[in-house]
């Protein structure tokens, strides 16, 4: 079973990731030239912005699975697998 600490530490994680990821994705959609100027000192001269908003839509799916795993680990930990990116292995 979980003991208090670690149920402490999976909380903390949770909220942790999920600000971080709907960070990043706010970030990246809105305002993809303060992005480019942050992470990489230059401008976006081409498609840079549209591949950027894709990779935004990305981090806006991680941060729906970590906001529903903050909402459900706790009567389905299963949602925990999830967040951690494991996969169950095929019955074949």
């Known amino acids: ?8 530490f999976l909380l903390l994680f949770l ?10 994705f706010a970030l990246a959609w809105l ?9 990489h000192r230059a ?12 990779a935004a839509g990305q981090w806006a799916a ?5 906001a529903i795993t903050l909402l459900r680990w706790r009567v389905q930990p299963l949602w925990l697998v999830a967040v951690a990116g494991l996969t169950r292995p095929s019955s074949s």
């Open 62 to 66: 991680f941060a729906a699975v970590q």
């Open 43 to 54: 401008q976006p001269a081409g498609l840079e912005t549209a591949l950027l908003r894709r």
């Open 15 to 24: 909220c942790g990731a999920l600000v971080e990821d709907a960070t990043i």
């Open 31 to 39: 305002e993809p030239d303060l992005w480019f100027r942050w992470f």
């Open 1 to 8: 079973m979980l003991t208090p600490p670690l149920k402490a």
